[in-house]
Structure formats: C-alpha cells, structure tokens
C-alpha cells in the first residue's frame, strides 16, 4: 500500500465560507480552476486512479495567519479546517486514512490548544508554515507550540510559505517571474530548518518529529556548505561571535538537517531531485508523498510521475516499504495500510 503523506484539500465549509467570500483572492482564483481541491466526488476519483493507493489530506494555502488580523479568528478558522477533515477522513476512511491539522500559530497561545484538540480528535499531526506572516518559526512567541508538540510526540508538517513580497534583490519592492515560488521556496525551507537548529529549538525540543516538504528543498544539494561550511560558522562574520553558537550546539550542524527532519517525495516529478534526497536523508526519514493535487492535470500528474521515478529505483522491498508507509506510520504511532 501507498499512502501519499503530502497532499492537499480544503474542506467545503472552509471553502464555502472563508475563500469563496473573498478570504483570499489569489487563492480564490487558482482553487477554483482545481476542482479536486475542494470537490471531494472529484478527489475520490483521482484516488482511485490508482492501484493500492491512498491519501493523508491537509490543508494548502494561503496560510491562515495572514487571512486575518484577528488571533481568535485564526483559530476559529483552523477548527473549521480540523473539523472537516475529521469528517471527511471518516466518511472514506479507505481513501483517506488520516489528516493533518492545521496549526493557528497566531493564535493568543500559538495554537497549542487547538493542535492538542484537533490530536485528540484524531489527527496524525499538525501543519506550520515556514514563517508565521513573517516572522520566523523560532520567535520566542511560538514556544508554546513546540512545547506542546514535544510533549504529545506528533508530527509537524511544515510547509514553504513565501510571497512576491518577498524581493529578488534589495533595490525592488517584489519578486519577478514568480521566483518567490520556484526558488524561494526551496530556499524558505531550508531557512527555516536551520533557525530551528541554530536557535536551539531542536535542542531544547528532543521529541520533535518535523516533516520537510519537496525533499527539504535546496538542503540535500547544499551538503558540502551544510557540513564543512557550517563548521566554519563565524568565520565570515565580524560584527558578532557565532562561534560562541556553534560551541552551544549538541552536535554538528551537518548531523541535526540528517537526523533531526523527515523529508517528502514530492519533487514534482523531478528524477535529479529525487536521487539527491534519497541519497543525503536516511531511509528511515524519507516519506512519500506527491504534493497532489497542484500539477499541470489537477490531480493525478505529480502522483503518477512521482510513482514512476520511486518504482524505477532499485531498492530493497523492506527499504521501499519504509518509504511508502512504514516510516509513516512509525512517526505517527497509527496503522494506515
């Protein structure tokens, strides 16, 4: 059996009444030309399109922090999200064996209470985005969050989030070309991995189980800068001692990207891609998972290419079996298949 880690849905509630109001215009438009991201009658049967298959849904975009000003309002949105997906997953429990939540990291406590609510309620673990409208994932104001996750032993899906706002060069005001998107988030990713080793976080958070979306983006390619490079932090810097935070550190910056993440598949078909994930994480960190349904076909392209690359590679059964939903299942403490 595989069970596709990483994919994405809006419940019709949330759909109906936050996005087709006008919650997001952007997002709006693009949901609405994918059918199978808020129809479940068309989700299903691009599931079914496949043999021994079967998806573990959450939500996409925009992230909700930035819908709203209102703290008490993201949270309220984040139940609406939770709370469909619970009952989505159990009305097809075959196709659908488990959800993610979504975490309301604005929340007045950094969504601790809902993350906990919507775990107990049945879900697999939880999803963050990248930056919080902004800030970075290690702002003092998120450590009730990983707190709580490090208490319950779930999993945190997190996910790139990166704007036009966000400028190619210092002298514009925006990104071109939609580079944000196809650079800056592979980028944004491996950003937000390291403030979390650097800062401590994963120190101070042993027990935490985060999965990196798209193979943690540009990390796998980078490890000669990752290990040898960041072996040398401070070196390039005068205005500050940052050897005094290598010293602070556990261990080598190169081992906590290796054996403190779990990473996905969902390369959109890229072969290179693949083969570089597969070769920096351990087998027992990898996930698949095919970032349904944003491709090309609205559905079933990135699952299909995504399938052909993995079956294409000689693997052990007992290693392939991992990766297509033992390793899950072992980070989530629930039988899937």
């Known amino acids: 059996m595989r069970i596709d880690a990483y994919t994405h849905f809006i ?45 573990i849904l959450s939500y996409p975009m925009p992230p909700l922090e930035i819908m709203t000003q209102n703290p008490a309002q993201v949270e309220e949105y984040a139940k609406i999200v939770n709370d469909g997906f619970a009952e989505m997953c159990a009305r097809h429990p075959d196709h659908f064996p488990g959800w993610v939540a979504q975490a309301p990291l604005a929340a007045p406590d950094a969504g601790a209470r809902e993350c906990a609510r919507a775990i107990k309620n049945g879900a697999l673990g939880v ?30 899906w997190m996910h790139p989030a990166r704007g036009a706002n966000f400028p190619d060069y210092l002298s514009e005001k925006k990104s071109k070309y939609e580079i944000w998107w196809t650079f800056g988030w592979s980028y944004e990713t491996a950003a937000a991995m ?23 983006g540009i990390v796998p390619m980078l490890e000669g800068r990752i290990g040898p490079g960041w072996d040398q932090l401070g070196a390039r810097t005068s205005d500050e ?97």
């Open 127 to 156: 999803q963050i985005y990248t930056n919080i409208a902004g800030k970075p994932l290690d702002d003092p104001y998120f450590e009730p969050f990983f707190e709580t996750m490090n208490k319950l032993g779930k999993p945190v």
């Open 241 to 337: 001692d940052l050897r005094v935070v290598l010293k602070s550190l556990k261990k080598r910056p190169l081992k906590y990207f290796k054996e403190n993440f779990y990473a996905d598949t969902a390369v959109f078909g890229g072969v290179p891609a693949t083969h570089c994930g597969l070769a920096f994480f351990p087998n027992d960190r990898i996930v698949f998972a095919s970032d349904c349904p944003f491709d090309p076909e609205k559905g079933t392209m990135y699952i299909r290419e995504t399938l052909k690359i993995l079956d294409g590679i000689d693997m052990p059964k007992a290693k392939r079996t991992a990766i297509m939903s033992g390793n899950l299942e072992k980070i989530t403490g629930k039988k899937l298949t």
């Open 11 to 55: 419940p019709r509630k949330f759909f109906v009444e936050v996005i087709e109001r006008g919650g997001h215009a952007d997002i709006g438009k693009r949901v609405r030309e994918i059918p199978s991201i808020y129809d479940v009658n068309v989700r299903l049967k691009v599931v079914d399109k496949f043999k021994d298959y079967a998806q």
């Open 194 to 216: 390291a403030r979390l080793v650097f800062s401590r976080v994963i120190d101070k958070h042993p027990k935490l189980k985060i999965i990196t979306h798209h193979f943690a």
